[in-house]
């Protein structure tokens, strides 16, 4: 069966943007897929975080994934750091990446901001331990949504280089999945900006824990045109924030774009928020109800971690001695 593997980063609140472009597709896949999914802790700490705050993100992640319906018993959910073959894999493939492919990574430009010289190497490295993430379970297949795009055509090259070097077909080049409608879902209060769980206003995003209100509110305030919906995707052009709110609700109604701005085209924004904001409350309400049990349950959550990591052991180290005897790194006994 072909494999699958994604993750995503116990920084902060999930989003919306988090369950549309990736969380919720990855459920399906998992009808066809060996799917792993994993809780990339070791990327978190590319940026300063607190560590209460960053254990608690963890199984707040791994409660997201469990209540968006991941079957944990199907599927491996696991943390990274659990795992320490992601980190000896990343750091040979480290040794095969060339410094110019990664000094055109777009995130690093943005996260490390203009004060390059105090950035830390692990945000420069960033994307080489996620290449090590895939090519540690041979994934085939990685969802991501399209923020990720560059990450994941470095991890193609990378496992080519690899392949190259040594003169084998070890890694199979991971084919990025970027499903859906809602693949770049944006800021509420800034329709050309992504949503983001940094964002500095709450209002700017829906996070999968907001209850029934919050939801309302923040799509009540969400910024429109002064303009009536528009008839069709192509009159969206110049209305980001028009664009933005009919992909959610295409998204969240499992409906193409152009039958959402039939459904809605000429009417106020207004009326099409409350409908919106109805329809957001009946899909995300049941996922924060049960994040909210599994809150009240760590027990549970970390046993889910324990069992994952054990899983995901199995295949990665299995997996990192073939590599380590491609390489020529011996394995006495
Ligand atoms: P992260 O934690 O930033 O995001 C997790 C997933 O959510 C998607 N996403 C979005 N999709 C649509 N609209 C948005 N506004 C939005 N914001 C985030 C992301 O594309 C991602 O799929 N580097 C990765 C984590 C990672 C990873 C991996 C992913 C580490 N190793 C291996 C795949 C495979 C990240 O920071 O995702």
Same mark, same amino acid.
């Given at each position: 069966?072909?494999?699958?593997?994604?993750?995503?980063?116990?920084?902060?609140?999930?989003?919306?943007?988090?369950?549309?472009?990736?969380?919720?597709?990855?459920?399906? +896949?998992?009808?066809?897929?060996? %799917?792993?999914?994993?809780?990339?802790? #070791?990327?978190?700490? $590319? @940026?300063?975080?607190?560590? *209460?705050?960053?254990?608690?993100?963890?199984?707040?992640?791994?409660?997201?994934?469990?209540?968006?319906?991941?079957?944990?018993?199907?599927?491996?959910?696991?943390?990274?750091?659990?795992?320490?073959?992601?980190?000896? +894999?990343?750091?040979?493939?480290? %040794?095969?990446?060339?410094?110019?492919? #990664?000094?055109?990574? $777009? @995130?690093?430009?943005?996260? *490390?901001?203009?004060?390059?010289?105090?950035?830390?190497?692990?945000?420069?490295?960033?994307?080489?331990?996620?290449?090590?993430?895939?090519?540690?379970?041979?994934?085939?297949?990685?969802?991501?949504?399209?923020?990720?795009?560059?990450?994941?055509?470095?991890?193609?090259?990378?496992?080519?280089?690899?392949?190259?070097?040594?003169?084998?077909?070890?890694?199979?080049?991971?084919?990025?999945?970027?499903?859906?409608?809602?693949?770049?879902?944006?800021?509420?209060?800034?329709?050309?900006?992504?949503?983001?769980?940094?964002?500095?206003?709450?209002?700017?995003?829906?996070?999968?824990?907001?209850?029934?209100?919050?939801?309302?509110?923040?799509?009540?305030?969400?910024?429109?045109?002064?303009?009536?919906?528009?008839?069709?995707?192509?009159?969206?052009?110049?209305?980001?924030?028009?664009?933005?709110?009919?992909?959610?609700?295409?998204?969240?109604?499992?409906?193409?774009?152009?039958?959402?701005?039939?459904?809605?085209?000429?009417?106020?924004?207004?009326?099409?928020?409350?409908?919106?904001?109805?329809?957001?409350?009946?899909?995300?309400?049941?996922?924060?109800?049960?994040?909210?049990?599994?809150?009240?349950?760590?027990?549970?959550?970390?046993?889910?971690?324990?069992?994952?990591?054990?899983?995901?052991?199995?295949?990665?180290?299995?997996?990192?001695?073939?590599?380590?005897?491609?390489?020529?790194?011996?394995?006495?006994?």
């Amino acid at each position: 069966m072909k494999r699958i593997f994604s993750g995503v980063q116990p920084t902060g609140n999930l989003h919306l943007g988090n369950y549309l472009g990736a969380i919720r597709n990855w459920v399906g +896949l998992q009808e066809s897929f060996d %799917c792993i999914y994993c809780i990339v802790d #070791l990327h978190a700490i $590319t @940026q300063s975080q607190n560590p *209460a705050h960053l254990r608690e993100q963890t199984r707040s992640v791994t409660a997201a994934f469990i209540a968006s319906g991941i079957d944990a018993e199907r599927s491996i959910i696991f943390n990274q750091s659990a795992v320490p073959a992601h980190c000896e +894999l990343a750091w040979a493939l480290a %040794c095969h990446t060339p410094l110019g492919w #990664l000094n055109r990574m $777009t @995130q690093f430009k943005e996260k *490390a901001g203009k004060d390059r010289e105090s950035a830390v190497l692990g945000l420069y490295a960033y994307p080489v331990l996620m290449a090590a993430d895939i090519l540690l379970y041979k994934a085939s297949h990685v969802p991501v949504g399209e923020d990720q795009k560059q990450h994941l055509e470095l991890s193609r090259d990378i496992a080519g280089a690899f392949n190259r070097t040594y003169g084998v077909d070890y890694f199979p080049l991971p084919e990025p999945q970027i499903l859906g409608v809602a693949t770049r879902v944006m800021s509420l209060r800034d329709g050309e900006r992504k949503m983001s769980k940094s964002d500095a206003s709450d209002y700017s995003r829906i996070n999968l824990t907001d209850d029934a209100d919050t939801i309302a509110l923040k799509i009540r305030k969400a910024r429109t045109d002064p303009n009536p919906l528009p008839d069709t995707p192509t009159d969206c052009q110049e209305r980001p924030e028009a664009l933005n709110l009919l992909g959610i609700y295409a998204a969240l109604a499992d409906v193409k774009l152009a039958d959402a701005c039939e459904r809605f085209s000429g009417a106020q924004f207004s009326a099409f928020k409350q409908t919106l904001a109805d329809l957001a409350v009946s899909v995300l309400g049941p996922i924060t109800a049960e994040m909210k049990r599994l809150a009240a349950d760590p027990g549970y959550v970390d046993g889910v971690l324990r069992t994952g990591a054990e899983r995901a052991a199995a295949i990665a180290n299995r997996n990192l001695r073939d590599i380590k005897n491609i390489i020529g790194l011996l394995h006495p006994g």
